[in-house]
């Protein structure tokens, strides 16, 4: 009687096909799921990325005797302000992109402008914004 030990070439041929097909899967799923990952990397809604600069600026203001240091030149419209407590937002147009001191909190900004008036006792900041093809004007009262 013959041995029947090892592989023959038609099983290894069958392992090789089979091999072959489940990487070629693999290799489908991924691509598909990597260009969907790169796809909506790219698509940015500004009026989620204005809600996220409108809540933490919003907070910032409604602080208890909360008072602003310095406004990129305070008789114009600046790319900056900073509050006593020290917090900075800055907008850097190369970046298109409004930073919380070090940490960026809206991107796909074209536009900012900080600017600030007194009026009835209050100090009223004035924050205008062009994300993507969005823009927006919003007022926040400070007590003096």
Known sequence: MKSEK?????????????????????VLISRFFYSNVENTSENIDPAVEYTKFNSFFSDEVNHQNIKILEIAGEEENGNYIV?????????????????????????????????????????????????????RENTYTLQI
Do not use: P
């Open 6 to 26: 090892g592989i023959t070439l038609t099983s290894v041929t069958i392992y090789v096909i089979g091999m072959t097909i489940v990487v070629g899967i693999i």
């Open 83 to 135: 509050f006593d407590n020290g917090v900075q937002y800055t907008f850097i147009e190369e970046n298109q992109g409004i930073y919380r001191n070090q940490v960026k909190i809206a991107k796909n900004v074209t536009k900012c402008n900080f600017s600030s008036r007194i009026q009835n006792g209050k100090r009223i900041v004035t924050v205008s914004m062009k994300i993507g093809n969005m823009q």
